[in-house]
């Protein structure tokens, strides 16, 4: 196996990926958020409660900067920060009830253009691309990686 080649076709992977998430989720969301407050109230529906250390550190933010964001969401009532109960100094961040609507029905949408996608694509190759995504799942995304 040649793992430079496996590692370019990756980088090109993933850079596909972004420009499908980034088309699916286009245009989506009526309230009046930016594009880096979507990001994070998406993280937040697939992972959370997280740290707002989590957060900056998952979209390359500086702390500040992600607080700044995060008080946005806060106003608009979308997300709420929780004490943990070891450790006050520590807070998560969650999605409120509106919060959750809202991302919701984004997902809603997602997925409606995403059916779309894969409309013409065969029950056996279905199968092989969600194989293909546990696999990617387990092997490549969740690793604890350390350089």
Not at 97 to 110: H, K, L, P, T, Y
Request: with cysteine.
């Amino acid at each position: 196996m040649d793992k430079n080649a496996l590692f370019n076709q990756f980088v090109t992977f993933t850079a596909s990926v972004h420009q499908v998430t980034n088309d699916l989720s286009q245009n989506i969301i009526t309230v009046a958020i930016t594009p880096v407050q979507y990001k994070i109230l998406e993280y937040l529906k697939v992972s959370q409660p997280v740290t707002i250390t989590e957060i900056s550190d998952c979209h390359h933010m500086s702390l500040p900067n992600t607080s700044r964001e995060l008080k946005k969401l806060q106003e608009k009532k979308l997300i709420e920060k929780i004490s943990d109960t070891e450790d006050r100094r520590k807070h998560y961040v969650r999605l409120t009830e509106d919060g959750e609507q809202m991302m919701d029905e984004a997902f809603r949408c997602i997925e409606v253009r995403f059916q779309h996608l894969i409309q013409d694509v065969s029950e056996e190759d279905l199968e092989e691309i969600k194989h293909a995504l546990d696999i990617l799942q387990q092997k490549v995304f969740k690793l604890d990686v350390r350089l």
